[in-house]
Every structure is written in C-alpha cells, then in structure tokens.
C-alpha cells in the first residue's frame, strides 16, 4: 500500500512538472504572440502615418503643379513668391528623402520579423510607387520651374527691347513730326508768298515822291521803274483779296492789269477796285498801283 502511494505521488509530480514546462512554454508563446501583434500595430500606424504624410505631399505637389503649369500663373507671381516656390520644392523633396528611409525602415522591420503580413506588405509597396511618382512629379515641376525662369528672362529681355524699340520710335516720331511742322511750315510760307500781292494807293505827287510814279514833259507814265519805296506798298494775299476801297472818288490803275479782270465801282461815293478774276488780274504782276484824286 505504501509502494502504491509513493508511485502515485511520484507520477502527481511528473505530471506536474509537464504541465508546468507546458504552462511555461505556452505562456511564452502568449508574450511572443503579443510582442509580434503589439510591433505589427505600431507598424500599421507608423504606415497609417506615413500614408497621410505622403498624400499630403501630393496635395502640396499639385498646388505647386497648378501654379507652374498654368499659363501666365508664374509670371504674375511675385519674386518673393516664386522664391518660396522654389523653397516649398526643396522641403518637398527632402520630405519625400524622410518618407523613403522611414518606409525603408519598415519594410525592414516587416522583413526580420518573420511576418507574413499581405495586407502590410501592399501598403508598403503601393507607398513605394507613391513616393517614386511623387520624386518623378517634382523633378518635373523643377525642369519646368527652371525653363519658366528662362522665359521670364527672355520675356523680360525682349519687353526690355520693345521699350527701347518703342523709346527710339517715339522719337523717331516726335522727330518726323517736327520735320513735318517745318516742312509744312515752310511749304506754307513759300504758298503764301507765291501768293503775295503788293497794292499802293496815293495821289500823283505822292506816288512820284516814293518813285512809284516817274513821268517828264511829253513822256509816258512810267510805273515802278526806278528805286521805289517798297515800304509804301501793303501787302496781302491774291487768294483772299476781292476788293480794295481807294477813299477817293477817282481812281486808276496805273499798273498793267487786264481790264476784263476787274471793275472800278462806286460805293457810297468812293471808287472800289473789285477783282473779277484774280488768276488773270496777278498774272503779269505782284504789284498794283492805284492813282487817286
């Protein structure tokens, strides 16, 4: 009877001892299990952050992709702001560097924890590709930035030309208008000589004293044949010159004008030299001389 009590508290021990090294063994499991979810957690959350860090890049990418791309949009930028353009680019890109080398240290993680997480491994790779399209995106905006740059010089440069092509013809213009003035003017002042007339009026004693008139004992009137005082004479123009009132009741051309091309009248009792056509009345002299009583 005691042989049977000593077995059965030796196998009660043995018995004991399996369960406990299974207890044991299980309770490992269990803290493994644990440690493997709790990494597998904080890589989901670190991907879950890494996932808006990376679409808020895109956001960035494409407001800077918005203001490159459209016509005109950099040039109404101000300098200061195509500046923080090309700033705001840089932080992009160095972000993008960041995200790169934390997503490498996830993967890596992933890898040396034996999981076989297919839901972890496809975030990881569509990151990938989001990042690499994004580095492409910028690398773009830059070229385009860059030959933005280049054409606002190049604008700039040929606004510049313009301006002093537009300087030079404004002087070119004033200075052709001025030409024109002096050539008008003096076209002007060579027609209204052409078409100057010179008429005195004076009695006889008058007209010979300013050697207009000249005459002797039996000799024929001459007019206008000597020095004569040119002073007396006033001068006027053929084209607006229809009448000239003598303030005498007797008057004579003593110069050589056709008489069908003017008419001596009375008005008021004072002879009016009125002429008829003046293209034939000027066409043998400038000058008109009226002999008055």
């Known amino acids: 009877m005691k042989k049977i009590a000593s077995i059965a508290i030796v196998a009660a021990a043995i018995l004991t001892g399996c369960n406990g090294d299974k207890l044991r063994e299980a309770e490992a499991q269990n803290q493994q299990l644990k440690g493997d979810l709790s990494e597998t957690l904080a890589t989901q959350d670190s991907l879950l952050v890494l996932v808006n860090d990376i679409s808020d890049g895109m956001a960035q990418i494409k407001d ?12 109404a930028e101000s300098t200061s702001r195509k500046e923080q353009i090309r700033n705001d680019m840089i932080a992009i890109q160095q972000a993008l560097q960041e995200r790169r080398e934390r997503l490498a240290e996830l993967e890596a993680k992933l890898e040396k924890s034996g999981g076989e997480n297919s839901t972890l491994k496809r975030t990881i790779s569509n990151l990938k590709a989001q990042i690499a399209d994004q580095t492409t995106e910028i690398a773009t905006l830059t070229n385009q930035l860059a030959s933005a740059n280049i054409k606002i010089e190049e604008l700039s440069s040929t606004v510049s030309t313009l301006n002093t092509q537009v300087d030079s013809l404004s002087t070119d213009v004033t200075t052709e208008r001025e030409l024109k003035a002096a050539a008008e003017a003096e076209a002007e002042k060579a027609t209204n000589e052409l078409n100057a007339c010179y008429y005195a009026i004076g009695n006889n004693k008058e007209l010979k004293e300013r ?26 123009d053929k084209r607006t010159l229809t009448e000239i009132a003598t303030h005498s009741k007797k008057a004579e051309v003593m110069t050589s004008q056709p008489k069908d091309s003017y008419q001596i009248v009375d008005v008021n009792g004072q002879k009016v030299i009125k002429i008829t056509n003046p293209a034939k009345f000027w066409q043998v002299s400038n000058f008109l001389v009226i002999k008055v009583d």
């Open 64 to 75: 800077l992709e918005k203001i490159i791309s459209t016509p005109g949009g950099l040039g």
């Open 211 to 236: 050697n207009i008139l000249s005459s002797g004992f039996l000799r024929k009137t001459k007019v206008m044949k000597g020095d004569f005082d040119m002073n007396y004479f006033q001068t006027a």
